[in-house]
């Protein structure tokens, strides 16, 4: 089974509430353990330089389509991603999927069983670096029905991770498109949220769309928008996107070099 069809499998298993399901990528060793240990940030592509690992967790139909239809046309968050990082698709927050990365992006995810946050929260504290999407309004379009579990789920599901780590999240205050400026860049967001520090280990910037926080020895940054990925394809965002993806390799290159 090819890399990619191993994914697009267990990430509709995981949709699907099928438990146990761990995908690690093609450059990620394989075993159980209950330590979380860390590995050096590099993988050596075999078609080009040694490019730095990223895990990727999402919802979002960002590698496959809607369809997990592996001939789909990829995203253009997806192409931007791939020619930067070696990408190992993940389904789950557990130690063996998280084992062997240091840098983890998480896309608007699906909710995290008990045990799995507590594994992430772990990762995290003993030197990860995590960026996570977490959207409490999705305006991302799509045909899947209301109910469907390959349907992106409409908010980010806060089981009290944030606030474990020192962040609130609020709703949308305004909804639909809002240009943003944020790490020097302007971004076309769709009904953001916002964030706020609960404690000092965390700083909110670009009017509460950016949070970074110091989790441990690990870092966490935390976006209160995912409808920015969104600047490709049918039911893109309608509006200047040209800088969108500008800030989604920012905020990875911040979180890998903190």
């Given at each position: 089974m090819t890399g990619k069809?191993a994914?697009?499998?267990?990430l509709?298993?995981?949709?699907?509430g099928?438990s146990?399901?761990?995908?690690v990528?093609?450059d990620?060793?394989?075993?159980?353990?209950?330590?979380?240990t860390?590995?050096?940030?590099?993988a050596v592509d075999?078609?080009?330089?040694?490019?730095?690992r990223?895990?990727?967790l999402?919802?979002?139909p960002?590698?496959?389509?809607?369809?997990?239809a592996?001939?789909?046309?990829?995203?253009?968050?997806?192409?931007?991603?791939?020619?930067?990082?070696?990408?190992?698709?993940?389904a789950?927050?557990?130690?063996?999927?998280?084992?062997g990365?240091?840098?983890?992006?998480?896309?608007?995810?699906?909710?995290?069983?008990?045990?799995?946050?507590?594994?992430?929260?772990?990762?995290?504290?003993?030197?990860?670096?995590?960026?996570?999407l977490?959207?409490?309004?999705?305006?991302?379009?799509?045909e899947?029905?209301?109910?469907?579990?390959?349907?992106p789920?409409?908010d980010?599901a806060?089981?009290?991770?944030?606030a474990?780590?020192?962040l609130?999240?609020?709703g949308?205050?305004?909804?639909?498109?809002q240009?943003r400026?944020?790490?020097?860049?302007?971004?076309l967001?769709?009904s953001?949220?916002?964030?706020?520090?609960?404690n000092?280990s965390?700083a909110?910037s670009?009017g509460?769309?950016?949070?970074?926080c110091r989790?441990g020895?690990?870092?966490?940054?935390v976006?209160?928008?995912?409808?920015?990925?969104?600047?490709?394809g049918?039911?893109a965002?309608?509006g200047?996107?040209s800088?969108?993806l500008?800030?989604?390799?920012?905020?990875?290159s911040?979180?890998?070099?903190?």
């Amino acid at each position: 089974m090819t890399g990619k069809w191993a994914a697009a499998l267990a990430l509709c298993l995981v949709a699907l509430g099928v438990s146990g399901v761990a995908l690690v990528g093609r450059d990620a060793p394989v075993g159980g353990s209950a330590a979380v240990t860390m590995a050096v940030d590099t993988a050596v592509d075999t078609a080009g330089p040694a490019r730095p690992r990223l895990a990727l967790l999402t919802s979002l139909p960002l590698l496959f389509g809607e369809k997990f239809a592996l001939d789909s046309p990829p995203t253009a968050a997806a192409l931007r991603l791939e020619a930067a990082y070696a990408l190992s698709p993940i389904a789950v927050t557990d130690v063996a999927s998280l084992r062997g990365h240091r840098l983890l992006l998480m896309a608007h995810p699906r909710a995290q069983p008990a045990e799995m946050l507590v594994a992430l929260d772990r990762w995290v504290r003993a030197g990860g670096r995590v960026v996570l999407l977490a959207d409490p309004r999705l305006d991302w379009h799509s045909e899947r029905p209301f109910g469907d579990p390959l349907r992106p789920p409409p908010d980010f599901a806060d089981t009290g991770l944030l606030a474990h780590w020192g962040l609130s999240l609020e709703g949308p205050v305004v909804d639909g498109p809002q240009s943003r400026h944020a790490a020097g860049l302007e971004v076309l967001t769709a009904s953001p949220g916002s964030l706020a520090a609960t404690n000092d280990s965390c700083a909110v910037s670009a009017g509460g769309l950016l949070a970074e926080c110091r989790v441990g020895r690990g870092v966490a940054m935390v976006v209160a928008d995912a409808d920015f990925l969104n600047v490709s394809g049918e039911g893109a965002l309608d509006g200047p996107t040209s800088q969108n993806l500008d800030l989604l390799m920012r905020v990875l290159s911040r979180a890998r070099n903190r």
